[in-house]
């Protein structure tokens, strides 16, 4: 069965930290793509990165940078230096090859402190 | 580009009312979705259209919801008779791709049935 955990319901930092969102899934297909998608208060699901399952290899964008490992069966997020714009609830998501819907996690609340 | 964008965007209603939801996707984009977010859980996939042809309807809750897209340009999401539990956000997304294509979301439609 799919399934997409994320433990973190809610976290708070002071801006500048770093902060890390974890993500666990489940799925039986040796095919499958992950992502992360930020909900800023205005609503709209943002897309932040897609990874399919044959890459694991880390990826950085800026102050984002995305830790894939099989191994664990996790995708977590991690934000440096962390400012007040990045205050928003970020979903992680799992699709499996030649299906269509997305599965969502329940979302982490982050909220960063000035 | 103008984005996805959901009509109204927020709707209270009686229970055993009728409310129709409006998603217009980006232009060009013959893939369209409906997913729903009840409160504290996860965001979940309700159905798929490809052009005006519904490709996958298995994430649909019951026979009150009915989804449409004539045309194969924007689409309505009707719930006849309105029940308090489907309460929640819904979302519409579209995509040029089939997945695991990158879904652009819309900012969703927060329905209240009383």
């Known amino acids: 069965a799919q399934k997409v955990t994320q433990a973190q319901t809610e976290i708070s930092v002071v801006e500048k930290e770093d902060v890390t969102l974890d993500c666990v899934y489940e799925?039986?297909?040796?095919?499958?793509?992950l992502f992360w998608y930020k909900q800023p208060p205005s609503g709209e699901l943002v897309f932040l990165i897609r990874r399919n399952s044959f890459d694991e290899q880390n990826e950085i964008s800026g102050r984002y940078s995305w830790n894939f490992q099989k191994s664990t069966s996790s995708f977590n997020f991690t934000i440096t230096a962390s400012q007040v714009v990045d205050s928003a609830v970020y979903f992680c998501?799992?699709?499996?090859?030649?299906?269509?819907?997305?599965?969502f996690g329940k979302g982490t609340r982050l909220h960063i402190l000035p | 580009e103008a984005g996805v964008t959901q009509f109204p965007s927020h709707s209270v209603i009686e229970k055993g009312q009728t409310v129709t939801l409006r998603c217009d996707p980006i232009s060009g984009h013959d893939n369209l979705y409906w997913y729903r977010r009840v409160m504290g859980k996860e965001i979940k996939f309700l159905l798929h259209?490809?052009?005006?042809?519904?490709?996958?309807e298995s994430g649909m809750p019951n026979n009150r919801f009915l989804a449409e897209r004539t045309g194969g340009t924007y689409s309505t999401l009707k719930v006849q008779p309105a029940e308090l539990e489907d309460s929640g956000v819904y979302f519409c997304?579209?995509?040029?791709?089939?997945?695991?294509?990158?879904?652009?979301f819309g900012p969703g439609t927060r329905l209240t049935v009383t």
């Open positions: 259209f490809v052009k005006e042809s519904k490709q996958d």
């Open positions: 997304a579209s995509s040029v791709f089939r997945p695991p294509g990158e879904q652009y």
């Open positions: 799925t039986r297909d040796t095919t499958y793509y």
């Open positions: 998501a799992l699709s499996e090859a030649g299906d269509d819907k997305i599965i």
